[in-house]
């Protein structure tokens, strides 16, 4: 079955350090993966999407995020987080029969000032 | 552009009513689709479609049913409510039929139901 979990359901960060949301995938086949975010009370937004090119993806607002198919994870990382950062983030996969997209439970992400 | 737009953004029914809710996009694109979201499970995939005419099952459908009779045009209906649809409903479209494509959400509907 093919699978996403994100591991925090909340994670908390001072302004001005690094964040790392953690997703790992389960995919029989090789996997096109997104990071979606989602601020308060607003539709989401694609922040950065893999499919199957360079394994180190640059996004916007200066997230990034790396595929490691030896560890089956998706994490995604800013080196210094705003306070503009503080939204809820989607880890999404692509299923490959079907058309379809299927989203992981979300991070909720606090900065704290 | 407005974009993906969706009506109403609050709604509340009773048990048993039934209600559609709208979504609409002005970017001419093909691949629609809802979504439901309820906390901590993301966002589960209700239907889709690829193009007028042309609707599919995704993971959560019954108690839905879909119609694209126009590209713009995207009816989510509820037939008869049950407390367990109550969740925030979003509406999605993308420029080619792939659901690969960079999706655009609308603000969403808050529903309940008692």
């Known amino acids: 079955a093919q699978s996403v979990t994100q591991l925090d359901s909340h994670v908390s960060v001072s302004e001005g350090t690094p964040v790392l949301l953690r997703c790992n995938y389960s995919s029989s086949y090789s996997p096109s993966l997104f990071w979606y975010v989602q601020h308060p009370n607003k539709g989401l937004q694609l922040l950065l999407k893999?499919?199957?090119?360079?394994?180190l993806v640059k996004g916007i607002n200066g997230f990034e995020a790396e595929f490691k198919k030896s560890e089956t994870s998706f994490h995604l990382t800013k080196p210094s987080a705003h306070m503009s950062d503080a939204a809820e983030y989607f880890c999404?996969?692509?299923?490959?029969?079907?058309?379809?997209?299927?989203f992981g439970g979300g991070t909720r992400v606090l900065v704290k000032p | 552009n407005a974009g993906v737009t969706q009506t109403p953004k609050f709604q509340v029914l009773k048990t048993g009513q039934s209600m559609t809710l709208q979504c609409a996009q002005d970017?001419?694109?093909?691949?629609m689709s809802w979504y439901r979201q309820d906390p901590g499970m993301g966002l589960r995939l209700i239907h889709y479609?690829?193009?007028?005419?042309?609707?599919d099952q995704g993971e959560v459908p019954n108690g839905y049913n879909v119609s694209r009779s126009t590209t713009e045009d995207f009816p989510l209906r509820l037939l008869s409510a049950a407390p367990s649809q109550t969740s925030v409903y979003f509406c999605?479209?993308?420029?080619?039929?792939?659901?690969?494509?960079?999706?655009?959400f609308g603000p969403g509907t808050r529903l309940t139901v008692l």
């Open positions: 970017m001419n694109h093909e691949y």
């Open positions: 479609s690829v193009g007028a005419g042309i609707t």
């Open positions: 999605a479209s993308s420029r080619g039929q792939a659901a690969a494509d960079t999706q655009y």
């Open positions: 999404v996969l692509l299923k490959a029969a079907g058309n379809k997209l299927t």
């Open positions: 893999y499919t199957s090119a360079a394994t």
